[in-house]
Every structure is written in C-alpha cells, then in structure tokens.
C-alpha cells in the first residue's frame, strides 16, 4: 500500500537523501557488507521489524538489510530521537515502511510499534532488529496475558499499574485481544530470532533466558566488543556535550559535572566533561568502575554529597531512580539534568512533575526549566529521556557503522542457522572472529594498516596468522 508508512513531512526526503549519501561515506562496514552479502539476497523476502532510533545513521543500515534482500517495517525505539528526514528519505525510496516522527506521545509511539509489526496481509514479522527491547517485550507481554485471557477470561487493565508507559502497552494489549485472542502468539511462533542493540535490552533478555520465558533466539549485539567498547563509550563521549550544547549553548569549562555511572557509557560522557574542561565527579555503587574512575583522576561521591553545589548531572547507569524530585529540590538554580541511559526511569519525572507548587517553563522542544516554589530552576533535557537523541542526533556515523555492521551479521547469522540446531530459545553473541572483522572494515577509512604475525610469532604464541587473536574473556 502506497500509504503504508507515517512520517512528519515528505517534503524533507531530498534533504535525507543527501545525508543519507554522505552517511554511507562514513560507514565503510555497512558498505561493506552489502558488496559481500549484496549479490547473494541472504535475506530475500525476510520479513525484518525494526525498533531503533529513526536516524540517518539506521537509514543506513535499513537499506543494507533491504539490499539484502529483506522487506522491512520500521519505528523508533524513542519518542524523541527520529530525525524526520531520515524517515522521510527511507519511505520515498521505498526501501521500508516507517512509522516514526520526532515527538510522538506514548500512545503514537505504541501505535507506530504495532504498526511496524503488522504486515499488509495481516502477518508478523520472521526477525527482529530491537533496541531497549520495546518490540520483544511487546510479544512476550502479549503472549503472556492471551494466555491468561484463556485461562481465565481477564482482560489486561491499565488501572493495574501506576507507570504511564505500561498503561499505554496494557491498553493496546487489551484491544488486540479483543479483535484477536492469538495474535501475540501467531506471532511470535513465526520469528525466528532477535538481535538487540543496547545494554538494558540485553539485560532484558537475560532475565526472560533466565526465568525460561525467552520465545525465540536473540543475539546480544551490545556486547560484542565493536559495539559497546565503541558506540557506548566514543559515541557517548562525542554526543553527550552535543546534546547538552545545542539545548542550553552553556559554557561547560569551569562547571562541576557529575555523570552517575561509570560503565562504558559513563567513561565516555565523563571523559567529554573532563576534556571540555569541567570538573567532573562520578558516582558509582561498583567497586571496580569506582576504582578505575579514582585512577582516571575523577572524585567518587554519592550524589546527595554534591548535588548542592553541581551544575550538570547525567544519568548513564541502567538502572532507575537515580536522580529523584527531592534532589532535584536542592540543586542550584538552572542546575541542567539529563540522562543518557536508553530508558526514561533514570531522572524521577513523575516525581518532579507532581512536586508541590513545581512550575513547569516549556524553554523549547525537548528543553525545560522546572521551577520549585522557593524560585530556584532545574534545567531538565528531553524530559529525561536520552538527551543525545531528543536534544542533537545521537551518535556520529562512523561508530554507529560499528554497531550496525553487527547488526547486520547477527540478523545473517541467525537467519542461516533457522533450520539447524545451532541456536536455541537462549541469548548469543556473535564469535570473535566476526567481531574483529568488524573492526578491520573501518581501520581503511581512518588510514590504518595493520602489522601482521610472522609464522614463526604465531606458533611462538599459538594464535593463527589470521586471528582470532585474543581469547574469549579477554576484557580490552
């Protein structure tokens, strides 16, 4: 159907089109892998949904899968992230239906993500590229309460829980299975596997591995080492002072900033403040990150020790309730709060929003002041959601051909071993071999040449001429 997609404004598709050429420039492994794996078609007629950030970079990788020989439903795994003319480029070339703007409420949101997982004949898709998780969670949900339906006869019911976002997945569960009480599992008996993107994801689908709820296969992309060691720390380290730059223009040097976390994306966003020439302090419950954030030169405190005298906070851990509304009550006038973790449960919202006598100033899209009724402000950035994304374009092209590229070679993976014992209802991650690959793809473009093993330093050291040349828990 020519109107199978929804994007804000077709006119912005030229536009895309031109950051679109200049993207692939930039991401010599997706270029790459459609030479090698173009001519084949490994995946014709793979009916791929995705749910990832609406970027130019995606639009990238979605018409690698479609010279792949996928057909592909799209949206974006975060209300504020797509950039309309990435959207717009993809849908007037016809290589995917998006169904993704900038701003959508959390109802679009949900509606885009049904919409991306509804063929025009009424079926589902075989593969999922996922990202946080939202599409797989969806499924397993829906399953989850068809099952109870046809126990008991109970419809799922928003009133049963108080977070705004599972009320809208409750909502739409309850009118799916009222149209049909087996679509979600319909559904899910037709996908063969899930690669996913992103740390909370990953840890998503650990659990349901661990609880034995998992459906299908999925491949952890996040922790090949080409992603997390890459996008996560350097993407982070390039995007987080974009984002904070182009909502607020403040002067960074000079500034206390204290990034919450020092995981691979907190190395990153820290090690941005430090060179911008912020004083940066970290706060951490690891004792190791904590350690290594000490050897880096960065205080480690608690957060209720600084929070009065900070001026940026960020959030990067994963994890929810960290920053809350009553730390927010004490911090200094126009303190800027912002997270950079996939989630919006990081930075209490809720909490801030229903604060007594709070005063909410709308400063302009995805920027906030939050003003307490002592006079004091908060600055708060993509009302808590990834800031990178909601306030600038997330990360630069080239480390998201890194990621990407695993994307690629995780959905080929799993797609060539459908009808062999190789994959179980378990998470994977791909081998060694095929993660220095990736790397390899990009070392040309940055004018990089490798040395290589003399036969005699390969039996020396018992690692093939050719690699892979570190073990499996060797931590880079």
């Given at each position: 159907a020519m109107t199978d997609y929804k994007v804000k404004d077709m006119s912005l598709a030229e536009f895309g089109r031109k950051e679109l050429d200049i993207a692939e420039i930039e991401m010599p492994g997706l270029?790459?892998?459609?030479?090698?794996?173009?001519?084949?078609?490994?995946?014709?007629?793979?009916?791929?949904?995705?749910?990832?950030?609406?970027?130019?970079?995606?639009?990238?990788?979605?018409?690698?899968?479609?010279?792949?020989?996928?057909?592909?439903?799209?949206c974006s795994c975060n209300i504020f992230s797509t950039q309309d003319h990435a959207a717009s480029a993809v849908v007037a070339k016809k290589t995917a239906a998006v169904f993704a703007w900038k701003g959508e409420t959390l109802e679009e949101y949900w509606w885009c993500t049904l919409q991306a997982l509804t063929w025009p004949d009424g079926s589902g898709p075989q593969m999922i590229v996922d990202d946080g998780g939202d599409v797989t969670l969806l499924i397993h949900e829906g399953v989850k309460r068809e099952k109870e339906f046809a126990a008991t006869g109970k419809l799922p019911d928003p009133a049963e829980t108080d977070n705004e976002e599972f009320k809208v997945i409750l909502g739409l569960l309850k009118e799916t299975i009222q149209k049909d009480p087996k679509r979600w599992q319909n559904v899910a008996a037709q996908?063969?596997?899930?690669?996913?993107?992103?740390?909370?994801?990953?840890?998503?689908?650990?659990?349901?591995?661990?609880?034995?709820?998992?459906l299908f296969t999925a491949i952890n992309v996040n922790d090949s080492c080409t992603k997390s060691k890459f996008d996560n720390l350097y993407g982070c380290k390039h995007s987080l002072p974009d984002g904070i730059m182009r909502a607020t223009d403040v002067m960074i040097a000079g500034k206390t900033a204290v990034i919450c976390g020092y995981g691979d994306v907190g190395k990153g966003c820290a090690a941005a403040m430090k060179s911008a020439g912020a004083r940066t302090i970290v706060t951490e419950i690891d004792p190791i990150c904590a350690l290594q954030a000490c050897m880096e030169?960065?205080?480690?405190?608690?957060?209720?020790?600084?929070?009065?005298?900070?001026?940026?906070?960020?959030?990067?851990?994963?994890?929810?309730?960290?920053?809350?509304?009553?730390?927010?009550?004490?911090?200094?006038n126009n303190a800027i709060v912002g997270n950079i973790g996939h989630f919006d449960n990081e930075i209490d919202m809720a909490g801030l929003t229903?604060?007594?006598?709070?005063?909410?100033?709308?400063?302009?899209?995805?920027?906030?002041?939050?003003?307490?009724?002592?006079?004091?402000?908060?600055?708060?950035?993509?009302?808590?959601?990834?800031?990178?994304?909601?306030?600038?374009?997330?990360?630069?092209?080239?480390?998201?051909?890194?990621?990407?590229?695993?994307?690629?070679?995780?959905?080929?993976?799993?797609?060539?071993?459908?009808?062999?014992?190789?994959?179980?209802?378990?998470?994977?991650?791909?081998?060694?071999?095929?993660?220095?690959?990736?790397?390899?793809?990009?070392?040309g473009h940055l004018g990089a040449k490798l040395t290589k093993l003399t036969e005699e330093q390969s039996k020396y050291l018992g690692i093939p001429v050719e690699g892979p040349f570190k073990g499996e828990n060797y931590r880079y």
């Open positions: 270029m790459s892998a459609r030479k090698e794996f173009g001519p084949s078609k490994p995946l014709k007629g793979v009916k791929i949904v995705g749910s990832l950030h609406m970027t130019i970079q995606t639009a990238v990788l979605i018409e690698t899968l479609y010279e792949l020989g996928a057909d592909i439903r799209w996908i063969v596997g899930v690669s996913e993107e992103t740390t909370t994801g990953v840890h998503r689908l650990y659990e349901m591995e661990k609880s034995g709820s998992l030169g960065f205080q480690v405190a608690p957060l209720e020790d600084v929070v009065s005298t900070a001026d940026i906070f960020v959030t990067t851990t994963g994890n929810k309730s960290i920053i809350m509304a009553d730390h927010m009550s004490k911090m200094k229903k604060f007594p006598g709070v005063v909410r100033q709308n400063i302009k899209p995805q920027c906030d002041r939050f003003v307490f009724p002592d006079g004091h402000g908060v600055i708060i950035l993509a009302e808590g959601r990834l800031l990178n994304l909601g306030c600038a374009t997330g990360h630069p092209s080239f480390v998201m051909s890194c990621s990407f590229t695993n994307q690629v070679l995780a959905q080929l993976e799993i797609w060539a071993n459908k009808d062999t014992s190789k994959f179980g209802k378990k998470v994977y991650i791909l081998p060694k071999k095929l993660d220095e690959k990736v790397a390899a793809l990009h070392l």
